[in-house]
């Protein structure tokens, strides 16, 4: 079964930019989708985005769209969440998905 580590959180000032990686191991990456959600403090897991797996098809909740875009590299095993103009709001734990399993998350902060 794969196993899922994100990557590349951080403290960003708002209007800011970070890129989130999500590293696949150990299982059949490359054959499945990858969606990526966030969970800020006191609220529910959302969704953000998601990617086929051949990369060619992609989606994104709307209160990321124009600012988000999710890819994917198969031959390293990775797939990102570039994020852009970031608001406060965007302040959450952001987790990689894959079928049942999930990565560990990671913390974005964006704050002046």
């Known amino acids: 079964q794969v196993q899922l580590v994100e990557s590349g959180g951080g403290l960003v000032q708002p209007g800011g930019s970070l890129r989130l990686s999500c590293a696949g191991s150990?299982?059949?990456?490359?054959?499945?989708?990858i969606h990526w959600f966030r969970q800020a403090p006191g609220k529910e897991r959302e969704f953000v985005a998601a990617v086929s797996r051949g990369g060619g098809t992609k989606s994104y909740a709307d209160f990321v769209k124009g600012r988000f875009t999710v890819s994917r590299d198969n031959a390293k095993n990775v797939a990102y969440l570039q994020m852009s103009s970031l608001k406060s709001e965007d302040t959450a734990v952001y987790y990689c998905?894959?079928?049942?399993?999930w990565g560990q998350g990671t913390q974005v902060t964006v704050s002046s």
């Open positions: 150990g299982g059949t990456f490359d054959r499945y989708s």
């Open positions: 998905k894959q079928r049942t399993t």
